[in-house]
């Protein structure tokens, strides 16, 4: 890993990134703004084939064998849903998520942890998302003309449900986490801790690098749930200025309701997406050949519902990424007010560099970046730096 160093400007800060590191991290970067496109077609493509091999109207006339019994039905159609698009997206995956950041040195997990990992999530999704579409299919049924300005509401409680229990349930099971031992690292951010109302027992230390070498921390959860959770990556290789900037970024995500703008901002997208689904289902069920399935609450057209979703997504991909960008400039600037780390905060962001290409077109970021530039965020820093006082 290259040792970066302070300096004056924007320029003479990228100057340091070695060529070799830059070219690695430009083909990273365009790799990805491609599968973003292309796990969006392969989702499709996957639920065109589960549908036309009418695998999930043979499970829902299975599970209704006795009489109709609604609820049930969608919870059990639903899980064998996202079990077989998991199974049937396991081999893009594996390319995607695995074997493409192992490539990249980005990941120095084994095949054989990788897919542990990912079933054991899957199993995670599978239970939450079933839940989500049980409800969603019960208000389809009792509200066929409004269920999807009800069900943006629905979805956006799961998902701040989900933000709540996750530090407590979801991720111990993924990696050990424990307490920060006093020290001089818990020392440099427990002051900036307590000014955000996070006592130090719950800044934690985590093992992330056994998924990746990210220089990375996180602040996780919602009111009395939230902690501080800092990568090994990070507490090995980064200097006190570093870690500081670092987590001086993450808890400006907590103190100003990150979690929560964005669980809004996708109640929103999510209820346009429905009325979509609500308008498109129909005619798209004629369309692809399944005019069996044109009853909207009808579980077996799960796919239908999931296509729509999938290509509103992907068109939208410049609005939510659009307000990542926001959320990241916010809590950059929340870092250099508290943490007054300027330098640390360019190095650490220089060291990003490995998979963010540092100085993108403003097009390209415009439409694919979900934070801003590693430049234009080093470039805030010096002006801090800069300016008087
Ligand atoms: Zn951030």
């Given at each position: 890993m290259p040792q970066f160093h302070p300096a004056d400007s924007t320029d003479a800060y990228l100057a340091q990134i070695p060529p070799d590191v830059l070219q690695r991290a430009i083909d990273y970067t365009h790799g990805s703004h491609w599968l973003v496109l292309f796990s969006a077609l392969v989702g499709i493509l996957i639920n065109v084939v589960v549908l036309r091999l009418r695998l999930l109207e043979r499970w829902r006339a299975r599970c209704e064998r006795h009489g109709p019994r609604p609820w049930r039905t969608a919870l059990l159609v639903s899980l064998v849903f996202y079990g077989l698009v998991w199974l049937l997206d396991l081999p893009w995956a594996l390319y995607a998520r695995w074997w493409r950041e192992v490539r990249y040195g980005l990941s120095p997990q084994s095949a054989g942890a990788w897919l542990a990992e990912s079933a054991l999530s899957a199993v995670f999704s599978a239970v939450l998302l079933s839940v989500l579409l049980m409800l969603l299919y019960a208000l389809m049924r009792r509200a066929p003309r409004t269920w999807w300005l009800?069900?943006?509401?629905?979805?956006?409680?799961?998902?701040?449900?989900?933000?709540?229990?996750?530090?407590?349930?979801?991720?111990?099971?993924?990696?050990?986490?424990?307490?920060?031992?006093?020290?001089?690292?818990?020392?440099?951010?427990?002051?900036?801790?307590?000014?955000?109302?996070?006592?130090?027992?719950?800044?934690?230390?985590?093992?992330?690098?056994?998924?990746?070498?990210?220089?990375?921390?996180?602040?996780?959860?919602?009111?009395?749930?939230?902690?501080?959770?800092?990568?090994?990556?990070?507490?090995?290789?980064?200097?006190?200025?570093?870690?500081?900037?670092?987590?001086?970024?993450?808890?400006?995500?907590?103190?100003l309701h990150h979690a929560l703008l964005q669980a809004l901002l996708y109640s929103v997208l999510l209820t346009g997406a429905f009325l979509i689904v609500h308008l498109a289902y129909a005619p798209l069920a004629r369309r692809l050949g399944v005019p069996q399935l044109a009853r909207l609450a009808d579980p077996a057209g799960l796919p239908l519902l999931a296509i729509i979703v999938t290509a509103v997504f992907l068109l939208l991909t410049p609005v939510t990424n659009g307000m990542g960008r926001y959320v990241e400039n916010q809590a950059d600037q929340y870092s250099l007010a508290h943490a007054r780390e300027p330098d640390g905060m360019a190095i650490a962001l220089l060291r990003t560099v490995d998979y963010r290409a540092p100085a993108p077109g403003a097009l390209e970021e415009w439409l694919f970046y979900d934070h801003p530039s590693i430049a234009r965020r080093i470039q805030r820093a010096v002006d801090w730096k800069r300016q008087p006082g």
């Open positions: 009800w069900s943006g509401a629905v979805t956006s409680a799961m998902i701040i449900f989900i933000v709540v229990i996750s530090p407590v349930v979801l991720e111990p099971v993924f990696n050990h986490y424990q307490p920060l031992a006093a020290g001089p690292q818990r020392a440099a951010i427990a002051a900036m801790a307590a000014e955000a109302g996070i006592p130090p027992q719950r800044i934690l230390a985590y093992d992330g690098s056994k998924q990746s070498a990210n220089y990375t921390a996180n602040v996780a959860g919602m009111f009395g749930s939230a902690r501080i959770a800092v990568s090994d990556a990070l507490l090995n290789q980064a200097g006190t200025a570093e870690l500081r900037a670092v987590v001086g970024h993450e808890i400006g995500h907590y103190v």
